[in-house]
């Protein structure tokens, strides 16, 4: 697993102040695709204003048409509800999931909390049967930890 390679030039790409936040987060998922070989799709989501509903941000791979998701409705939606990580280890056995491409095969969603409010997520798309474990869940939840800094930051 490269997460702890990662997360080096994941911190160094977070203090560049001169890129803006939405070109930041675009290279951490340019990043995570390209270092991860089960990462096929990686995004992030946060709440659009005070709707319930998510607005896509930046995000490496395919282009996707769920760039808006309303809360409760396929996994990210469901995250946006529960504030709990969701692993899918097969997207098949989900009733409640949004098909973003016909090779997806399992998906992975991390809640982003600043100061106790869930106001995004992180979303991996695998086209690998069931590739994700506790390290993955650990090392989004850093991700995610380190992008909420930026967020907060004047």
Same mark, same amino acid.
């Given at each position: ?15 560049t ?10 290279k ?18 946060f ?10 941000? #930046?995000?490496?791979?395919? +282009? ?6 309303? !809360? ?5 939606? /469901? =995250? &946006? ?44 798309? #695998?086209?690998?049967?069931? +590739? ?6 650990? !090392? ?5 930890? /380190? =992008? &909420? ?6």
């Amino acid at each position: 697993m490269p997460f702890q390679k990662l997360k080096p030039q994941i911190k160094a790409i977070l203090k560049t102040g001169e890129s803006s936040v939405e070109l930041r987060l675009l290279k951490i998922c340019e990043l995570l695709k390209e270092n991860i070989s089960y990462y096929n799709w990686v995004g992030f989501y946060f709440k659009n204003g005070d709707k319930e509903e998510l607005k896509l941000s #930046s995000y490496a791979g395919e +282009p996707t048409d769920h760039t808006i998701i309303p !809360f409760g409705k396929g996994i990210c939606g /469901q =995250v &946006a509800v529960s504030n709990k990580n969701f692993v899918v280890a097969d997207v098949k056995a989900q009733d409640n999931y949004i098909a973003c491409s016909i090779n997806v095969k399992a998906e992975i969603v991390v809640p982003l909390f600043i100061d106790g409010e869930n106001v995004g997520q992180i979303d991996i798309d #695998s086209n690998t049967p069931d +590739p994700f474990t506790q390290d993955d869940e650990r !090392f989004l939840e850093w991700v995610n930890e /380190q =992008v &909420a800094e930026v967020l907060t930051a004047p």
